[in-house]
């Protein structure tokens, strides 16, 4: 089983930046793939980026060229790197772990003022 805990989410006005991490725990050798998912008021949850094992990347659009993904797997984190941030933005942003089972944080806070 992983554990999952983000922090990072704060107030920021349109334009700035935030940086999230998401901590991983437990059974994390079995951990495969990594991402990060955003559910605004009223919406879906939706896929903002993912992240290999190897690396390899991958991009919502609407992210596309603002947001950066990484990992630090020696140190079980995740990190998701936010600049040119928008009102619509605005978020509570899930880690996400993908290894025997589905694993999720509980959630961060982002909010984008214009």
């Known amino acids: 089983q992983v554990q999952l805990v983000e922090s990072g989410g704060g107030l920021v006005q349109s334009g700035g930046s935030l940086t999230l991490s998401c901590v991983a725990s437990?059974?994390?050798?079995?951990?495969?793939?990594m991402a990060w998912y955003r559910q605004a008021p009223g919406k879906e949850r939706e896929l903002v980026a993912t992240?290999?094992?190897?690396?390899?990347?991958f991009y919502a659009d609407s992210v596309k060229g603002r947001f950066a993904i990484s990992r630090d797997t020696a140190k079980n984190t995740l990190f998701l790197q936010m600049n040119n941030l928008k009102p619509e933005d605005t978020a509570v942003y899930y880690c996400?772990?993908?290894?025997?089972?589905?694993?999720w944080g509980q959630g961060t806070q982002v909010t984008v003022s214009s």
């Open positions: 996400f772990a993908q290894s025997w089972s589905v694993s």
């Open positions: 437990g059974s994390t050798g079995t951990i495969v793939d």
């Open positions: 992240i290999s094992r190897s690396a390899n990347t």
